[in-house]
């Protein structure tokens, strides 16, 4: 898993709820780190932030589509975002959840993505 957000406060915060359940998680504070993230360590899925400076989560999106169209994204927007949910679903995201969110709300829409395209995932040894 990579998890995608300018905010270190988020980005450690996922980091703990993820790994706690026994995913491998990878942090990028940027969209650039992030599409450096997708080409090193090739995650299954991506928890992304909209809102970031720089190289904004639908930039980056189209960025990271271009190097893996088959790579699962979850989009976190803020409340009202409805013109970039709708570009970002153009995009072929799989999910979106709006900030502020609870944890467990975020575990069972990943839990949700990654069921649904099981068969999309490669096997890891
Ligand atoms: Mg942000």
């Known amino acids: 898993m990579l998890v995608v957000d300018d905010q ?17 998680v990878e942090l990028a504070g940027s969209g ?10 090739m995650p299954d899925i991506i928890l992304m932030d909209m809102k970031m400076p720089g190289m904004n989560g639908l930039e980056t999106l189209h960025e ?5 169209d088959s790579i699962l994204v979850v989009m976190m927007t803020a409340y009202g975002e409805l013109e970039i949910i709708s570009e970002a679903m153009k995009l072929g ?26 068969n999309r995932l490669k096997i890891k040894a």
């Open 8 to 24: 270190m406060g988020v980005r450690r915060l996922l980091y703990e709820a993820f790994k706690e359940e026994g995913y491998k």
């Open 32 to 41: 650039l780190e992030a599409l450096e993230k997708v080409k090193s360590e």
């Open 64 to 68: 990271i589509k271009k190097v893996n």
């Open 93 to 118: 995201i799989n999910e979106y959840i709006t900030k502020p969110f609870d944890i467990n709300e975020l575990r069972s829409v990943v839990k949700k993505v990654l069921d649904k395209n099981l």
